[in-house]
């Protein structure tokens, strides 16, 4: 028996518990004009503010769910894991941070490589997850990549990366820093092969994937106002000793610039790219079934 025993309740605060009548998260404050959105409002416009067109970071499942028909697909190679090879350790042990990443994002890695069809025609399409060690490239995402390529090439589709990431993985060294001659050679295959691949840079696409396969696309698309470039413009600024243009290193400068073909609107992405595949000679897969004759040659 416990020798003091609280007989009365505590007395209870007289502001705590008080439930709230709008529910947590139902609006969003835009960043981009200040004003209140409704979250299901957000959610049906692909996350894109109806008022100022502002484009809120979306994670890579909901990105293939918007590009791809019926919002289905079917996801290659999901168990790839890291196995540290060099077994870092930053401000923790990167095995750690990989486990946390993991158990937060229920991804294994920071891409997730899909088949599906856009407007009808087959495509493999590669999408980053930002919020996976900032959709860092090192040896799983290199490899994920490399092989959705792959399967381009096997099954002569058009490839499709969407790139969201702060470049090569540190935790990796220079094993990630490898991955950009992989994507690059797996992709110059892809070429050899006479297949197109569409290049999807979005907010932000930094570092070692827009030195590599990010730049690489017959296409090279970006989303409005996305931040796109190699190093960041402090460290460019301190290199060059100079101060640097008004919206550098965003979408819409790059395009002046020649660095990028196009501007796409996320809400208009999906018929562009369909538009840009057919340009290519991408078939629909049921025009495609119709005249047998066609799809033997490749066999
Ligand atoms: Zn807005």
Redesign the pocket.
């Known amino acids: 028996m416990a020798w003091f025993k609280k007989t009365r309740k505590p007395m209870a605060s007289s502001t705590a518990e008080k439930p709230s009548r709008v529910p947590e998260g139902l609006w969003v404050k835009?960043p981009?004009?200040t004003?209140l959105?409704y979250k299901k409002e957000l959610e049906q416009n692909l996350n894109v503010?109806p008022?100022?067109?502002?484009h809120f970071r979306i994670n890579a499942a909901e990105r293939l769910k918007a590009l791809l028909d019926g919002g289905t697909y079917t996801e290659h190679f999901p168990n790839l894991v890291s196995t540290d090879p060099l077994q870092f350790t930053d401000t923790k042990p990167y095995r750690d941070r990989l486990q946390k990443t993991i158990a937060d994002t229920g991804l294994k890695d920071a891409v997730i490589v899909a088949t599906g069809r856009i407007e009808g025609a087959d495509v493999v399409v590669a999408a980053m997850e930002y919020s996976f060690i900032g959709g860092s490239m090192g040896v799983v995402v290199g490899e994920k990549i490399t092989r959705a390529i792959e399967i381009a090439i096997d099954r002569r589709l058009p490839a499709i990366v969407i790139s969201c990431s702060g470049g090569a993985r540190m935790m990796e060294g220079a094993l990630s820093l490898m991955q950009m001659a992989k994507v690059s050679a797996a992709l110059a295959r892809l070429d050899r092969a006479r297949l197109p691949f569409i290049s999807v840079l979005t907010d932000p696409t930094t570092g070692g994937v827009t030195a590599s396969f990010a730049m690489l696309g017959d296409l090279n698309i970006a989303e409005p106002k996305a931040l796109i470039g190699f190093a960041g413009p402090r460290v460019i600024e301190q290199t060059i000793r100079q101060k640097l243009p008004e919206g550098f290193q965003r979408s819409e400068f790059l395009v002046e610039h020649g660095m990028l073909d196009l501007v796409i609107d996320r809400r208009e992405m999906k018929a562009a790219i369909a538009r840009a595949l057919r340009f290519m000679g991408a078939m629909p897969v049921a025009e495609a079934d119709a005249v047998p004759v066609a799809v033997t040659a490749d066999a």
């Open positions: 835009c981009g004009c004003q959105i503010c008022k100022c067109a502002h």
